[in-house]
């Protein structure tokens, strides 16, 4: 598909006809029903859908940190029949916001507590943990889990996680996700970080750029905004 791409805060004249597949289109179309709006994220769902696509032929359950109403993680059930593959994904939202206790001082110092405290009143979060589980009921094995992180974490029983997509708006919580999680995530696995290099997150980048360090890696920068690991075979040797 030819013509300009303009959507997301990405511009591009690149072929872009995966918006025409068919499966994509029911999935991403299951995220808007989800989410009740359309945010015209076709190539951030896109990166996703491929990311747990590529997950699906490994071992291991899902985890999404930060589902706020389950667009992302509808789209990617829808893709994948997940009633066939046997696996949990577990969805970890406070359902609340963001707590404070969990942000950082760089990020409040950046006006992250006052774009929370919009996004909360405009509705782009959601507290209706109600509507959330009814909106997943379609589905096997999904364990929606409340409260903030890192507290929540130990409730993700899978010691075998192929797909991890951390979307929590804020640095702390993000790293301690990944700090925790990662010896679980089998050779392989898919980390896919929503606002990575988004404008307006970099502290965000800042924390993870930390953690791929002291393993030794590199985030892959994407032009959505996310950023994408995807977990070694082995230990990288140390330079």
């Not at 010691?159 to 790293?175: K, Q, T, W, Y």
Request: glycine share 8%; with cysteine; charged share 20%.
């Amino acid at each position: 598909m030819m013509g300009v791409y303009d959507q997301d805060g990405l511009r591009t004249v690149h072929n872009h006809e995966f918006v025409l597949d068919p499966d994509f289109q029911r999935a991403y179309a299951r995220g808007v029903a989800a989410a009740g709006r359309d945010y015209r994220w076709h190539w951030r769902v896109h990166v996703g859908l491929w990311a747990a696509a590529g997950a699906a032929k490994l071992p291991g359950d899902f985890v999404e940190c930060g589902v706020g109403r389950g667009f992302m993680s509808s789209a990617i059930m829808t893709l994948l029949d997940w009633n066939s593959t046997g696996r949990t994904f577990y969805l970890l939202d406070t359902f609340a916001g963001l707590d404070e206790r969990y942000v950082s001082p760089e990020e409040k110092a950046g006006g992250v507590m006052q774009r929370n405290a919009q996004e909360m009143a405009s509705g782009v979060y959601t507290f209706d943990v109600a509507a959330v589980r009814a909106n997943f009921s379609e589905w096997n094995n999904v364990s929606v889990i409340v409260g903030s992180i890192p507290e929540t974490l130990a409730e993700i029983r899978s010691d075998r996680i192929a797909f991890l997509h951390l979307d929590l708006n804020c640095s702390p919580p993000e790293v301690a996700a990944a700090d925790a999680l990662w010896d679980r995530l089998v050779p392989g696995a898919f980390v896919l970080l929503d606002d990575y290099a988004y404008q307006g997150y970099r502290w965000q980048k800042v924390g993870m750029d930390a953690f791929a360090r002291r393993r030794n890696l590199s985030i892959l920068s994407l032009p959505t905004g996310q950023g994408l690991i995807i977990k070694p075979a082995s230990p990288p040797p140390v330079r």
